[in-house]
């Protein structure tokens, strides 16, 4: 079992950065696939961007695509979100997951495909 706590999130203006942090507890980090999701107040939640297990196979969603980018460093248990050229749209909610099962790559887009979740954190951008 693993427990994930984010971090990082915040108020910023539009066009600006910020980086989210996502340190999971518990062993065998790196045989998790790791993604972020998003939830908006209205809205359901929705898929950012996941990482497998090695890190070098990353995906994300057409919104965020060029925007963000999404690491792991499975030294520190910890998985990274960056976004910059941050827009009004994209306040909401930020949510870490985790999955120890193995699935297609795609699949990972699919809350469903996760069994682990942390509390999320607030991301707001100002226009």
């Known amino acids: 079992q693993v427990q994930l706590v984010e971090s990082g999130g915040g108020l910023v203006q539009a066009g600006d950065s910020l980086r989210l942090s996502c340190a999971a507890s518990?062993?065998?980090?790196?045989?998790?696939?790791m993604g972020w999701f998003r939830q908006a107040p209205g809205k359901e939640r929705e898929f950012v961007a996941s990482i497998l297990w090695s890190g070098g196979s990353t995906y994300y969603a057409d919104s965020v695509k060029g925007r963000f980018t999404i690491a792991r460093d499975n030294a520190k248990n910890t998985v990274y979100l960056q976004m910059n050229s941050l827009k009004p749209e994209d306040t909401a909610v930020y949510y870490c997951?985790?999955?120890?099962?193995?699935?297609?790559?795609?699949?990972?887009?699919?809350?469903?495909?996760?069994?682990?979740w942390g509390q999320g954190t607030q991301v707001t951008v100002s226009s």
């Open positions: 518990g062993r065998a980090f790196s045989r998790y696939a």
């Open positions: 997951a985790a999955s120890n099962k193995y699935y297609s790559a795609s699949y990972y887009r699919a809350s469903a495909a996760y069994d682990y």
